[in-house]
Each structure stands twice: as C-alpha cells, then as structure tokens.
C-alpha cells in the first residue's frame, strides 16, 4: 500500500506562480512512476507531468515551459512548480504513482487561477 498526500494548493492571480508538493509513504521502496495529473470543472482527469521509469519526464504540451516536475535525490517527495498561470490552469491536482503495477491517487489539491 502505498499513500500520497498533495499540499500547497491555493488561489493564484493569472500570471502567477505555485509549487505543489507530494508526499508518499508506506511500501514506496518499488515505486518507479510518480507525478501529476490533474481534472478540471467538467472534463476528464489528464496527465500534467511525470517522471517515467528510468527518471525521464513526460509534460503535457500545454504546460510545457511553464511548470517543471522535480524530487529530492530519495525520490520522495516530488515537487510540481508553477509558473506563468493562466485561468485554464484552474483544476484539481492529484499526484500519481504506480507501484507494483497499482495505480495510486492522492486525494488532491485545488489550485484556483483568478482575478
């Protein structure tokens, strides 16, 4: 079992920046996919950035240049910064790992983007 808890949601004016931060624990020791994803008001949940197997990442294009996926040298915790935000930014945030082939999901955190 394996549990995460997201942190540092928040409202930001567009423009702005924020850092998410994901905590793991419990049977982490196999954990090899980790990182983000969010779902916002009325559409499906989708990938904003991971790492892969073997410490590559993977962004989705529209974030790409603006925000970047890190973690400390134990892979643990995994750090989402956000930066040039715009109101289709607004979403739920759920951070993501998979490990011994099970998916698990935070209970995420909300980050609204307004004036």
């Known amino acids: 079992q394996v549990q995460l808890v997201e942190s540092g949601g928040g409202l930001v004016q567009p423009g702005g920046s924020l850092r998410l931060s994901c905590a793991a624990s419990?049977?982490?020791?196999?954990?090899?996919?980790m990182g983000w994803y969010r779902q916002a008001p009325g559409k499906q949940r989708e990938l904003v950035a991971v790492?892969?197997?073997?410490?590559?990442?993977n962004y989705a294009d529209d974030v790409k240049g603006r925000f970047t996926i890190s973690r400390d040298n134990a892979k643990n915790p995994v750090y989402l910064h956000m930066a040039s935000l715009k109101r289709e930014d607004t979403a739920v945030y759920y951070c993501?790992?998979?490990?011994?082939?099970?998916?698990?999901w935070g209970k995420g955190t909300l980050v609204t983007v307004s004036s």
């Open positions: 419990g049977s982490i020791f196999s954990i090899n996919t």
């Open positions: 993501y790992t998979k490990c011994v082939g099970i998916n698990y």
């Open positions: 790492f892969t197997t073997g410490g590559r990442t």
